[in-house]
């Protein structure tokens, strides 16, 4: 008996102390600091085309470009009324349900219509930005100064380049570079060639993303000297964002915002005005990474963000009524949902013919979000820019990919279709 008892004696011991190195171990796991998202060169090809536009309109693109689906939208509404433009344009899109970043490109269709034809792209960037904010303001900073030692930004008639000593205890970079618009009522954006402007690319694991500037608006445009200069555009009317380069974040101010989105909500807003991301503007897009999902991912509730990856705006006209949904007068109408007598027999479903048209149910096919995580396989291996002519690059396709599975699907909400991504290429 004696001898039973020590043997349980000892096993428990034993147990106890495998309990405590479990969690001992967990806690030394736990303590460790997270690894970045993005490395310093991945991200400084990222933000390779943009970080030459000026400091407002660079903080609105970085913006935007967490709600890539929204953008999307936003396209689609812009090729629908190509003459109307500038501040109008945005004035146009009051009413309708996007973000504010995302309604105030609708000024500038040379930064928005890119974001759509490389939504890889776009996602990533904004994946970028909402894990390391303070990394990817640091990596524009180091390019202009790239930009600048090889002379290829400086002051004239579009822009206005002003170098000045780092905010104290800000960036790890002495020297802040601020881009500003020579006319303030006047915007102009450029295209470049980063493997021109920014002098020799020194990482060719990560070389930058590249697309040739639209002969749409950059008529005749020669990239011989690094810069093509479009048509300035009377958009002050659409600027509400700006860089806090000593902060590492962004900065909105309210009241411009308002004037371009009446619904705009001022507590999304922290104090001093720095910028917070809306995760009911993602529209289900999956966040890449697990701290973005703990902090954004719960804000919203799950059918909601599935309903609106699957195509609704958020208009009432886009949502083409509940009801219509895979054959409308099949789904018995979202009013008739609430009813429990209504629900197509809820009865009967045990009966197996008479489930109430099980089939009609889109067959299963409207989940469209399972493969929202942009691939990283899109890094050419060459050295050169990331395009489409790149060698060997390929891009990855698993967002836009997921959305046409959802227009297959028959939705007749969804607003992202194989035909209008092959148009967006053409």
């Keep these: 008996m004696n001898r039973w008892s020590e043997r349980l004696s000892q096993a428990v011991c034993i147990w106890f102390l495998v309990v405590v190195m479990m969690g001992s171990s967990g806690v030394s796991a736990q303590s460790q600091p997270q690894q970045p998202t993005f490395k310093p060169e991945e991200i400084e090809a990222l933000v390779a085309p943009i970080a030459l536009y000026p400091d407002s309109l660079l903080s609105q693109v970085l913006m935007a470009s967490t709600y890539p689906l929204e953008i999307v939208h936003a396209v689609r509404w812009v090729k629908a009324n190509p003459n109307i433009k500038g501040d109008a344009a945005v004035k146009a899109v009051e009413g309708q349900s996007w973000d504010v970043s995302v309604k105030s490109l609708v000024a500038f269709p040379q930064v928005l219509e890119p974001m759509n034809d490389k939504l890889d792209w776009t996602q990533k960037l904004g994946d970028a930005f ?40 800000g960036q790890a970079a002495q020297t802040i570079v601020r881009i500003e618009p020579a006319n ?84 999304k807003v922290q104090g001093g005005g720095k910028w917070q991301h809306d995760a009911s503007h993602r ?107 790149s060698t060997g690059a390929k891009p990855a396709r698993s967002l836009r990919a997921s959305t046409d599975r959802a227009a297959g699907a028959g939705c007749a909400g969804v607003v992202v279709d194989v035909a209008d991504a092959r148009e967006a290429r053409a």
């Design 130 to 169: 909402l894990a390391q904010e303070s990394d990817v303001l640091a990596a524009v900073q180091r390019l202009r100064a790239r930009a600048q030692k090889s002379g290829n930004l400086k002051s004239n008639e579009q822009q206005k380049v002003i170098s000045e000593p780092a905010p104290a205890g």
């Design 283 to 389: 529209q289900g897009v999956a966040y890449r990474d697990n701290a973005s999902r703990e902090k954004f991912a719960n804000n919203v509730s799950g059918a909601d963000a599935r309903g609106d990856f699957r195509g609704r705006t958020g208009d009432a006209g886009d949502r083409a009524g509940a009801g219509n949904r895979a054959g409308g007068a099949n789904n018995a109408g979202a009013a008739n949902r609430a009813g429990g007598a209504n629900n197509a027999g809820v009865g009967d479903r045990g009966g197996g013919g008479t489930t109430a048209g099980v089939g009609n149910r889109a067959d299963g096919a409207n989940t469209a979000g399972a493969g929202n995580r942009a691939a990283v396989s899109d890094r050419a291996s060459t050295g050169a820019p990331h395009s489409e002519t």
């Design 184 to 267: 303030p009522e006047v915007i102009y954006v450029p295209a470049y060639n980063p493997t021109v402007v920014y002098g020799a690319w020194s990482y060719p694991t990560y070389p930058p993303y590249y697309w040739p500037p639209s002969p749409a608006y950059y008529p005749g445009a020669a990239l011989a000297t690094g810069f093509a200069w479009g048509v300035g555009l009377a958009a002050a009317g659409a600027i509400f964002g700006n860089c806090n380069w000593g902060g590492g974040d962004v900065n909105i101010n309210v009241n411009k915002a308002a004037n371009i989105d009446r619904n705009f909500d001022r507590t």
